[in-house]
Structure formats: C-alpha cells, structure tokens
C-alpha cells in the first residue's frame, strides 16, 4: 500500500480531498459524523492518514461541556488519542517520509513561556491541545506540525499506538513523579484509563499493585484488570482498609490517585504508610476539604503529575515495543466511527475502559 517515495506529495488512491469523515462534537454531549475536505499540510507540517484513535477521559469530560472542561471550542473534531501514517508532507519536514507509521504529542507548547524555558512543557502557560483548542485527530486525515510526531519502534501496532499519549501520562506519573521501587506495595485508586495503565506499568516493574474501584468498576474495568494478573478491590464496607492491613505493615508505600474525584486524595493519605508518597494524577473535578494534617504528622510526601512529556512518550513507546506491557489487552474496539455517542455513553457509565475506533488503513 506505501509506495517509494522521495519525500514528495501522495494522495491514496480512493481518498477523494471531499470524502473525509470526522467526529464532531457540536454542543453539549452532541456528537456527530461529518464529511469534511481533507485539509492538506502547510510548511512544516504533515498529512496523517488515522488508523487507530482513543477514547479518554479528558474527551468524557469535554463530552459532557461542564467544570473545567467549558473552555473547549465547539464546534471541533474530538480526539487527542490516535496513531497513523504519514501520507504526504508540506515543504521543510525532513524527519519524516510517506509511510511512517506516527502517533501525535497532542499537548503544543508555547516554547517561550518561563515553563518552557526550563523544560517543564507539559504546564506551559499558552498551551493548545488538539482536540480541544482545535480539531484532533478523530477523523480520515489530520494535519499535524511534524515537531509535534513520534515515529513508532518497529513492532508497535498502529492500533496500540493509539493509546501511547495516556501511556506516557501513567509512565510520567510512576516512573518520574512517584518514587516507587521493585518490590514496593502500591494502591491505584481509580481503574479508569489513566489508573489501569499506572497499574500495569507498576507491575511490569516489579511492585506489588493493588487497584480499587467502584462498585460499578466491578462489571468490566476491575475483572479486565484481574486478567492481566493485578489485584483489585471494591470500594465500601472497610474493604480497602482490610485489604491495607492484609497486605501492609503500616499502609502503601506510594499511593497513586487517578479517581478524578475530590474525595481521592484524602482516602489516599488514609491509606498510605508514614514516609510514604501520594502521587494525584486525576484531575479532581470539585474543590476539595482536603486536610493535610495526616500527611505533615507522617512527612508524607504529596506531588502530582500532569500530562507527560517528549521522553515520557518516548519511553511508554519504547515499554510497548519491547512487549513489557500489554496496552492491547485494555482496548475496546467494539465501537464504531458511525456511532461515536455510544462509545462517549458506555464509558461514562464504565461499561468499557477505553474505546479505540478504527478509522481503516493498513
């Protein structure tokens, strides 16, 4: 399907410029299937054709057009999670060539502010996320500036690809925020996206992963976890704190909060050992009465981590090639790209962990 190519323009055979499909979010919770012109790259940029793209968090609550979220512009093509191939490139892109397969760092920098003068990219003042700010990547083809790309390590399917931006969150969360070792008892709270893969990145390094959950978390996102090995527990009736004292001495050693929930990292410093860590990666969506009493007579450590950075990227895409996690395992691709309320409605009721819609390619 890739032919040779010098680096000059190519239009796939069958892909007129008019017959694009996108997913559209309109309004409030309204989103639709549009045929739009495929856009072409200007200087600097490239055409990626989508293969594969992801349903997270983030896009449930820009969905839903509440809270912190009301920011986003409507109306847009959704999505910030996909993987690709490069199809044509605009004039000056040299690191890249017609057929490589790519995933896209959603989150742009500014590349001026103070934050991104010292490397700290992931808060920077002036950020824009696709998908959010602007169109994303749920569509036939999107336009990307080539600074922006990750060519994929041979032996990444474009399909797991498409989940590589989370992963490099809860790779940034485990392996740079959080001090966790091999061997180490650690509590997800949270079997979300964000929280199964913090999951599964801990016990591919050796710790001892405990994941807690809602009730509701008991149909499909704690038994998906329970197949990859990882213990799990339910939320309520003193389960969580018998399950702290079976299996530490005086509480985790780290506790990592993906909830989103307000009430995250007080049950966190409930649970974790004097000296230990809690790492808040979820976004808590209400104000919170969080007293850090707890956490100051325990010299707890409280960080947090947002977003991820370029060698987070690259890392969580070098951990998929090398086969020591198994993204795959965690995709739901039961949803198609006609009927994207569905897939937005089944994981707002964690139905399904993470949706990923097939746009077609090779």
Same mark, same amino acid.
Request: glycine residues 14%; proline residues 5%.
């Given at each position: 399907m890739w032919p040779n190519s010098d680096g000059g323009s190519y239009i796939p055979l069958g892909a007129a410029r008019w017959d694009v499909r996108a997913i559209v979010q309109t309004g409030p919770e309204q989103v639709e299937v549009q045929e739009r012109e495929r856009p072409e790259p200007g200087d600097s940029e490239v055409l990626v054709e989508v293969h594969s793209a992801g349903l997270c968090g983030s896009d449930a609550h820009a !969905? &839903? %057009?509440?809270? *912190? %979220?009301?920011?986003?512009?409507?109306? &847009?093509v959704v999505g910030h999670e996909y993987a690709g191939r490069v199809v044509e490139l605009g004039s000056g892109v040299e690191r890249f060539a017609v057929g490589d397969p790519v995933v896209e760092e959603p989150v742009h920098e +500014? @590349?001026? +502010?103070? #934050? +991104?003068? &010292?490397?700290?990219?992931?808060?920077? #003042?002036n950020v824009y996320v696709a998908g959010m700010h602007g169109d994303g990547g749920w569509a036939d083809y999107t336009v990307v500036p080539a600074e922006h790309l990750h060519p994929l390590p041979e032996g990444v399917p474009l399909r797991e690809a498409a989940v590589a931006e989370p992963a490099s969150v809860a790779a940034r969360a485990v392996f740079e925020q959080s001090r966790l070792e091999p061997g180490d008892s650690v509590l997800v709270?949270?079997?979300?996206?964000?929280?199964?893969?913090?999951? /599964?990145?801990?016990?591919?390094? @050796?710790a001892r992963v405990l994941v807690s959950g809602l009730e509701? *978390?008991?149909? %499909?996102?704690?038994?998906?976890?329970? =197949? #990859?090995?990882?213990?799990? /527990?339910?939320?309520? *009736?003193g389960a969580l704190g018998a399950a702290t004292e079976e299996r530490t001495?005086? @509480? !985790? =050693?780290?506790?990592? *909060?993906?909830?989103?929930?307000?009430?995250?990292? @007080?049950?966190?410093?409930?649970? /974790?050992r004097r000296g230990g860590q809690v790492v808040v990666v979820g976004i808590p969506g209400q104000p919170s009465e969080l007293s850090l009493a707890p956490a100051v007579r325990g010299e707890v450590d409280v960080e947090t981590s947002y977003g991820s950075l370029w060698a987070d990227f690259e890392r969580a895409l070098q951990l998929m090639a090398a086969g020591d996690v198994d993204v795959g395992a965690l995709q739901d691709d039961s949803f198609a790209v006609e009927d994207p309320e569905a897939a937005f409605r089944s994981f707002l009721d964690s139905e399904t962990l993470k949706p990923v819609f097939s746009f077609g390619g090779d």
């Open positions: !969905f &839903r %057009y509440h809270g *912190d %979220y009301e920011w986003t512009t409507l109306p &847009r +500014c @590349g001026h +502010c103070v #934050q +991104c003068r &010292r490397g700290q990219t992931n808060v920077c #003042q709270e949270g079997p979300g996206p964000i929280g199964a893969l913090s999951a /599964v990145l801990a016990d591919a390094m @050796g509701q *978390d008991r149909q %499909y996102r704690l038994p998906l976890l329970e =197949d #990859q090995g990882i213990d799990t /527990v339910t939320v309520g *009736d001495a005086s @509480g !985790f =050693d780290v506790v990592v *909060d993906a909830t989103g929930h307000h009430t995250g990292p @007080g049950t966190a410093l409930e649970h /974790v």
